[in-house]
């Protein structure tokens, strides 16, 4: 079955914070995506990556960075988290070239005081 | 700017009737396009992909393609307040001087009475 899981469900973190989160997927896909979700905006891209030490900027890559070391992990990095950092992120993995199906985590609901 | 547009909703209908949700989309070239159902709380599950004009069948869920017109549906059968759930379409568009990548429309709403 189909499996991609995120580190945390749910997080707080605290202004000026280095915050990580990490994707797994155990599908051998060669896609990673971060996404954040916040109500009225819908899904916005951050970064995406096709291959081991690849990485793509998204839509909104301000204040964030990305690693992909393995091929089945991706992490998320904020630098220094601010409160305009609250939301849901959720990871995604798909096969192949891009522009197959992609497979989302659970997603981690991150809230910055 | 690429855009894939959906009614917000919330689309309301019966139990057993059939839901129909819309989507249009800018990019003409577009290859892939997607259903995703998102329960409140929940991350996006896939439901649907189609990739050629037509219908695509599968259980309830029926996905239509029309590419001259740019649009793309996904029809529910049957629908069970078990449905109840925002649906988001998605479009990949191929590769491009602006780079390629799948948008996501922001969802509809959909809430079956029972």
């Known amino acids: 079955d189909v499996k991609v899981t995120q580190s945390s469900r749910y997080l707080v973190k605290r202004t000026g914070e280095k915050v990580f989160l990490e994707c797994v997927q155990d599908?051998?896909?060669?896609?990673m995506f971060w996404y954040r979700q916040d109500p009225g905006l819908g899904l916005r891209l951050i970064y995406f990556s096709y291959d081991v030490k690849m990485k793509e900027k998204g839509d909104i890559p301000e204040g964030y960075s990305v690693s992909r070391e393995k091929k089945e992990r991706f992490s998320l990095i904020l630098e220094s988290a601010s409160t305009n950092q609250t939301s849901m992120y959720l990871c995604?993995?798909?096969?192949?070239?891009?522009?197959?199906?992609?497979?989302f985590g659970p997603g981690t609901r991150l809230t910055v005081l | 700017q690429k855009e894939v547009e959906q009614n917000s909703g919330p689309l309301s209908v019966p139990e057993g009737a059939i839901a129909s949700l819309n989507c249009t989309y800018s990019d003409r070239v577009s290859q892939s396009f997607f259903w995703y159902r998102q329960y409140s709380g929940k991350s996006p599950e896939l439901i649907m992909s189609?990739?050629?004009?037509g219908d695509k069948e599968d259980g309830r869920f029926t996905a239509q393609l029309n590419k001259a017109s740019q649009y793309v549906s996904l029809l529910i059968r049957d629908s069970q307040p078990s449905d109840s759930a925002t649906y988001l379409c998605?479009?990949?568009?191929?590769?491009?001087?602006?780079?390629?990548?799948?948008?996501f429309g922001a969802g509809t709403r959909l809430f079956v009475k029972a």
């Open positions: 599908m051998d896909h060669e896609n």
């Open positions: 189609i990739y050629s004009n």
């Open positions: 998605a479009v990949h568009c191929p590769p491009n001087t602006g780079g390629f990548k799948t948008i």
């Open positions: 995604a993995s798909s096969r192949g070239r891009l522009g197959y199906e992609q497979f």
